[in-house]
């Protein structure tokens, strides 16, 4: 074949393949269309069953796998109480468990994915122990949908196990993490508080469960989170993380550590222990409150004129004193954030 | 005179050969994005389901600010808002930042949201034209409006920018229409990767010819102006082969001012959007990277398909030419200010891929491609060229374009779906094959303009002429 040859035989092979894939997309979409129009009649049949509307039992054709276990599961995410356990009930008649585990094993990422969130509606040994195998599933986000369809049934393995196998505050940085250790927190508090103060715990899955305890009622742990804060250095990844955590507790045993972490040379950390303070309410904060509404950096400023708008009449007072006669940053910031809130209010 | 003639034909043959090596560089640049491209839709498969995504990211997405900046929109700003306040997304607010309209936008927001003037604490980070006045309303919480002299569009959203306080800001064009659960798709990379994401963008999708109600995109048609068929294969192309691919590679120079969103504290530190340039969205981008590969910290730029947001793009030769050779002066503005990243190892593959490939698409790709239709005709009429040459790689050029519009199609229907009938599959393949025949040389011109325009140092947008959309 001369060079000449090959650039008309690769254009017309070019051509070739063009028109053949777009003659597949066109059969594959009309081939959809009628399947989606099947479906549709299936998916009504499918409802009235799980709904109990009509007994369980035949459908008209063959029976469709994938749209029954999809309409099993939008209904699962509608309705509760009494009536989702009737639903699942019937779920588990239909096999939709089965099918589900099923799924998890074969499946691409993003089925194996929803699979894994489905099997959190059921609790039978079968779906767990397909759960936990999916612990080692080659994807991280199949492994985390999996470790937190566990916890949710309480079914999770021991939290430092799970943090390693996961790889949560080393490998994996998802926010999916902190909810799964949130998740196991609500059943498990202290096995999640432990990782605080485990020596052999990454600082990163320490930071994860410090926030996952944050909205939690667990006030034992603020010592050892207010402990981890003052042993960091300035420059500390978690640091942030640990003010934050003691913020949301609100809790006045975190009063050393916030008090501490105001000087701090890091802005984001003065931030967070302005906020942190304003939140838990300590009222020795306040000098050094109004102080920082004069500080160099903006989210210092607006976290300290907040906080101490939050710390009472006194608070409020030398917000005031500031707006009157502070530096110009520090008066900006007091003046504006006192304006805030009585439009507020 | 032979040696005269022999000079002539080695350098009609050395130009013959520089066009053929560009255009099949080209050519291996969109078959490794292609790749690379279905790469990514096989690693992060499409979530179909609104309400599984909400149940998954509602409880961890974070706050986000999306800013609109808004110049003479009176007609439209209305409406626009009222869509973006009717987004799923749990923690947001939507700052609209009136860029001195000389029209009644301001007005217009005022009076029909009942707005009046509200204190806020704000930053002072990034620079932008005086802020007259910020107005809120207690019943409208998530609506703030930021009242601004003139500065142009990288002015008002920086001025977005200070005024938010959300972790995450979105910018976006106000006259694009996001679908309402574009937000919730598009935090996905800051959900899961939250240490490394730094920005995060969605496709772009014509709306021309789609039926709009309420600020949404009602029905998905094709429009009827070949102009805008064409544009609807390029965005295809642009978005979910380059976009996707160049992501993919780590690589993603751009993510589109129409819609796009940032972790706030990575814009502030680069300054924030950039002025005296066309191609602020390309720029903040790439300073992006300068940034993070400087400081050698973790990080990533992604591309994701599925938040879709729709724009209008233009119907007439003139308007679509204005606004090509601002891209392409954006783009060369942008390659120019940067141009000690380019082919530089120390910058990674953002240095030799992404650099790369604006160096050889963009800069070298429409001067030779152009240079190649005006030489090579003439080469031939001196006998310096053979047709049956000439014929066959200008086949081979334009097959290959029509593969690759084909294969984007491929990506379209296994990962969107927007378009809503079989036949519309067929239209669209004819449509990438005609754009061969005129629309792409015309392109290339518009492109070759751009940059006389950048070498002139030529400023201003030009103006765009909006249609509208098509109401319900």
């Known amino acids: ?345 | 005179m032979t040696g005269w003639s022999d000079w002539l034909y080695d350098g009609a043959a050395a130009i013959a050969w520089l066009v053929i090596g560009i255009g099949l560089l080209q050519i291996l640049l969109y078959i490794v994005q292609l790749f690379y491209a279905a790469v990514a839709l096989s690693e992060r498969p499409s979530l179909e389901s609104s309400s599984l995504l909400w149940s998954r990211y509602a409880g961890l997405a974070p706050q986000v600010a999306i800013i609109a900046p808004a110049y003479n929109e009176e007609l439209t700003i209305v409406a626009s808002v009222d869509s973006l306040l009717a987004l799923h997304y749990p923690d947001f607010e939507v700052i609209v930042v009136n860029d001195g309209s000389a029209d009644a936008t301001l007005r217009q927001l005022i009076d029909h949201y009942g707005l009046s003037p509200v204190p806020r604490l704000y930053e002072d980070a990034v620079s932008h034209a005086p802020i007259r006045g910020l107005y809120g309303s207690p019943n409208l919480p998530r609506l703030l409006l930021v009242d601004k002299a003139n500065g142009g569009k990288a002015d008002a959203l920086n001025a977005g920018i200070n005024v938010a306080r959300a972790p995450l800001i979105c910018a976006i064009d106000a006259d694009t229409l996001i679908e309402p659960d574009a937000l919730i798709r598009i935090v996905r990379p800051f959900v899961e990767a939250p240490d490394r994401t730094v920005a995060a963008g969605g496709t772009i999708r014509i709306a021309n010819g789609c039926e709009v109600d309420a600020g949404r995109v009602a029905k998905v048609r094709l429009p009827r102006n070949f102009l805008a068929l064409v544009q609807i294969v390029e965005y295809l192309r642009a978005f979910l082969m380059a976009r996707l691919g160049l992501s993919r590679m780590r690589a993603l120079l751009i993510i589109s001012g129409a819609f796009g969103v940032f972790r706030r504290d990575a814009v502030m530190a680069v300054g924030g959007y950039s002025h005296g340039t066309v191609g602020e969205d390309m720029e903040l981008v790439v300073k992006l990277h300068r940034h993070f590969r400087d400081l050698k910290q973790p990080y990533d730029i992604a591309f994701i398909a599925e938040p879709v947001a729709w724009t209008e793009v233009p119907e007439s030769l003139r308007i679509l030419g204005n606004q090509r050779a601002r891209w392409q002066r954006g783009a060369l503005e942008t390659f120019a200010r940067h141009s000690d990243m380019a082919l530089n190892p120390r910058y990674g593959r953002i240095g030799l891929i992404g650099f790369g490939q604006v160096l050889i698409v963009d800069v070298i790709g429409p001067l030779t491609e152009l240079g190649g239709y005006l030489l090579l005709p003439l080469f031939w009429a001196l006998g310096l060229l053979s047709l049956d040459y000439l014929l066959a790689f200008v086949a081979i050029v334009f097959t290959f374009g029509l593969f690759i519009s084909v294969a984007t199609l491929i990506l379209e229907e296994v990962e969107l779906r927007r378009l809503p009938r079989a036949r519309d599959l067929a239209l669209l393949t004819l449509v990438a094959a005609a754009e061969n025949f005129g629309y792409r040389q015309l392109s290339n011109f518009w492109r070759v303009r751009g940059l006389w325009q950048f070498l002139r140092k030529q400023q201003g947008w030009g103006t765009m002429t909006r249609k509208g959309f098509q109401q319900v």
């Open chain 1, 1 to 345: 074949l001369t060079a000449l040859a090959l650039l008309w035989l690769g254009s017309w092979l070019l051509t070739g393949v063009a028109l053949a894939v777009v003659i597949g997309l066109i059969l594959a979409r009309l081939f959809a269309e009628r399947r989606s129009r099947r479906g549709e009649t299936l998916r009504r049949v499918y409802v009235a069953q799980l709904l109990g509307t009509a007994p369980i039992g035949a459908v008209p054709g063959r029976p469709a796998d994938d749209i029954l276990t999809d309409v099993s599961l939008e209904l699962a995410r509608m309705v509760r109480g009494e009536d989702r356990e009737a639903l699942l009930a019937r779920a588990k008649t239909l096999r939709v468990p089965e099918r589900l585990r099923r799924r998890l094993r074969r499946g691409r990422v993003q089925v194996r994915l929803g699979a894994a969130e489905a099997l959190a509606h059921f609790h039978d040994d079968e779906s767990l122990a397909a759960l936990r195998g999916a612990l080692d599933d080659g994807s991280s986000h199949v492994r985390l949908t999996a470790a937190l369809a566990l916890a949710q049934h309480d079914a999770s393995l021991p939290v430092s196990m799970l943090v390693e196998r996961l790889g949560i505050g080393t490998r994996e940085h998802s926010r999916i993490g902190i909810e799964l250790l949130r998740e196991i927190g609500r059943h498990r508090p202290e096995e999640v508080a432990a990782l605080l103060w485990q020596p052999n715990v990454p600082a990163g899955a320490k930071a994860a469960a410090a926030e996952a305890l944050m909205s939690s009622a667990h006030y034992d742990v603020v010592p050892l989170i207010a402990e981890l804060a003052l042993n960091s250095s300035d420059e500390s990844a978690e640091l942030p993380a640990y003010i934050e955590a003691l913020g949301g507790l609100g809790h006045p045993a975190a009063a050393a550590a916030v008090l501490n972490e105001l000087h701090s040379s890091q802005p984001r950390v003065r931030a967070a222990a302005a906020a942190a303070a304003g939140r838990i309410g300590i009222f020795e904060a306040a000098e050094r409150l109004a102080a920082l509404v004069g500080d160099a950096h903006w989210q210092v400023r607006f976290q300290a004129a907040t906080a101490l708008s939050r710390l009472g009449p006194n608070g409020r007072k030398l917000l005031e004193k500031t707006a009157a006669d502070g530096e110009p940053l520090a008066r900006q910031a007091a003046a504006t954030i006192l304006a805030e809130q009585a439009l507020e209010r």
